[in-house]
């Protein structure tokens, strides 16, 4: 009997890694990551740019990328070779990602900085307990809708500014319920009709809002 391509967390010893290979989370989101460390109730995930930590409860199982045969690895010194001059240029910092998604989307960049700074503390590899990750703390199944990896800080900020970009037209330009929908979920306002009565929620919209008033009218 052929084994199912997924491999399930029970299978797995404490420490484990595995190259190239699909993470297939609780809620049925998948990403692609170089590979995966489990370290007690935590699961590290590697991308070439190193790794972000989640709780092992996110993850429902791992599945393994068969290589292509037809693919001859180069040597370094030819991959090196052919690496583009943009790939050398320095990476763009976490307001200056900001900024660039807040024109695209034409957003205020002040608006965007805020909920950036709010969500992670412009940290790239931050992962909230609850599995949240990067720049702008996409949820897994968020950032696959949005056809974004969450671990690449560009898509990151650029499908979270979207993401803003979307609620704020859903809600009709209503600045408090666009912003609780992205710190509970759209589900959360449309049940309650406006920001819900949570309070990390009511913390979050009252910080980010004041502190928007505050920035545009010093401006």
């Avoid at 393994?64 to 001059?85: F, N």
């Avoid at 710190?183 to 959360?188: D, L, R, T, V």
């Amino acid at each position: 009997m052929r084994l199912p391509a997924i491999l399930l967390l029970a299978a797995f010893p404490a420490v484990s890694a595995m190259a190239a290979e699909d993470v297939i989370f609780t809620g049925g989101a998948r990403m692609r990551f170089d590979r995966h460390e489990i370290i007690g109730s935590k699961v590290r995930l590697y991308n070439p740019d190193g790794f972000v930590e989640i709780d092992l409860s996110r993850i429902q199982g791992f599945e393994p990328i068969e290589p292509d045969p037809g693919t001859i690895p180069l040597p370094a010194a030819a991959t090196a070779q052919s690496t583009p001059a943009s790939a050398s240029q320095p990476a763009l910092s976490p307001q200056q990602l900001a900024d660039a998604a807040a024109d695209k989307y034409g957003l205020p960049r002040t608006l965007v900085r805020l909920v950036m700074e709010t969500e992670s503390g412009n940290q790239k590899n931050a992962v909230s307990p609850k599995g949240a990750i990067g720049l702008m703390q996409l949820m897994p199944d968020t950032a696959q809708a949005l056809g974004a990896d969450p671990t690449d800080p560009v898509q990151n900020v650029d499908a979270g500014a979207r993401y803003l970009r979307d609620l704020l037209q859903k809600y009709d330009g209503l600045l408090w319920h666009a912003l609780a929908a992205y710190n509970a979920g759209p589900g959360a306002v449309d049940k309650y009709k406006g920001v819900p009565p949570y309070a990390e929620t009511i913390l979050y919209v009252k910080k980010i809002d004041q502190q928007y008033r505050k920035t545009e009218s010093s401006q």
